[in-house]
């Protein structure tokens, strides 16, 4: 039996890009569990083979809130409740640093909830119940690397979710007041402007999660009021809203796909639900499914990079893959859906697939960890 027959029938299916920019439909098989103290897990995929290697990153002393991939040096961030961020590298091309902690950044007095990169891959900002946003240097060539460049308080409180806009101009921060705020930001010093560019209002409740649009036209927001809100931040007016319907509890996670095509919601109710995102009259927003295979809350979401798998996690213990099924470029619906189960106690808090699409990140809210292989 060749590789890729036996492959092909013990799987859960993950999309990778190889050097040569070709497309392989690979997967990976559950070998054994393993408990690791507060930790995350990186599945760390080979270019060549349909080999992978399993990576356990160490060095929180609290459960992973977030995760974020730096998109220009080979550097995965984490975030934590222990008031930190750490970067870690994961440049496989030396194999005896791979996995090894590069900073530990500090300054927060709260939890870390939220981290995000620049553009540019620069700088880091995070996000907290502190009320603060801290941007740190993460350019690891740098003298200045994991110095603090800029610190603001956000005047309305604490900060649930942060993140910059596709330009890197703008830094979107939503919080307990239920207001969405982006601040403008001067991507020569990471300067954050004070005062608020835009104040996006629409929730009742907090704000747990936020998405730009690719073309960072729109903006989608996720809330503990049961609402997920698409945002037009071309409009002078804030009131081209569009209320996506149909999650019942609250929206743990919004996601824009890279392409823009698609929105896709994590929601209390224990369904992932996936959205039109093509920003057309009468489509955006369109509901195209609704995927009921969790069997609690759904914290996290990613997709491949073609789109046509959509990766999902849970207070369930499972990690779901599900394979998009398409026909002359559009939606037909769900052809494939495998998952495995964590037996151990704990959910997957955070799912990020790199930029080239060679790593899969999962943040692990407890003791849990996995190894495929």
């Known amino acids: 039996m060749n590789i890729l027959n036996y492959l092909k029938r013990n799987s859960i299916f993950l999309l990778l890009k190889i050097l040569n920019k070709k497309f392989i439909l690979t997967e990976f098989k559950l070998i054994k569990w393993n408990k690791i103290y507060k930790s995350i897990i990186v599945f760390l995929y080979s270019k060549t083979d349909f080999t992978s290697k399993v990576i356990i990153l160490k060095g929180h002393t609290d459960s992973i809130s977030s995760l974020a991939f730096s ?39 709260s939890s870390v909830n939220s981290i995000t990169f620049s553009c540019n891959g620069d700088y880091l ?3 907290s119940w502190d009320g603060q946003i801290i941007i740190h240097n993460s350019n690891p060539t740098n003298e200045e690397f994991g110095i603090i460049k800029t610190r603001v308080r956000r005047p309305t409180g604490s900060i649930y979710n942060i993140i910059y806009s596709p330009s890197g101009k703008e830094l979107a921060v939503g919080g307990f007041d239920g207001e969405t705020s982006i601040y403008g930001v001067n991507p020569l010093n990471e300067k954050v402007y004070r005062k608020q560019i835009i104040r996006l209002s629409g929730h009742k409740k907090w704000i747990y999660s936020i998405s730009f649009s ?18 037009s931040l071309s409009s002078n007016e804030n009131k081209d809203k569009i209320f996506l319907k149909e999650p019942k509890g609250v929206i743990y996670v919004v996601l824009y796909s890279l392409s823009g095509n698609f929105i896709a919601c994590g929601s209390e109710d224990k369904c992932v639900y996936l959205y039109n995102g093509i920003d057309k009259k009468d489509i955006l927003g369109l509901l195209l499914t609704k995927i009921s295979n969790h069997k609690s809350i759904v914290r996290s979401i990613c997709f491949s990079l073609d789109e046509s798998i959509i990766i999902t996690g849970g207070e369930d213990k499972l990690l779901i893959t599900n394979k998009l099924k398409f026909a002359n470029s559009v939606y037909k619906g769900i052809s494939i859906t495998t998952y495995k189960e964590f037996k151990q106690n704990g959910f997957v808090n955070s799912l990020k697939i790199s930029n080239n699409g060679e790593i899969l990140a999962v943040g692990l809210s407890d003791y849990t960890s996995i190894l495929y292989c």
């Open 214 to 231: 690719p073309d960072g036209l729109r903006i989608v927001t996720g809330g503990f009021d049961n609402f997920a809100i698409i945002h």
């Open 71 to 109: 998109p220009k040096y080979p550097i995965i961030a984490t975030g934590s409740p222990d008031k930190t961020a750490i970067l870690f590298n994961i440049d496989y091309n030396n194999k005896n640093t791979f996995g090894s902690i590069l900073k530990i950044l500090s300054g927060h007095s």
């Open 125 to 127: 900002a995070t996000g």
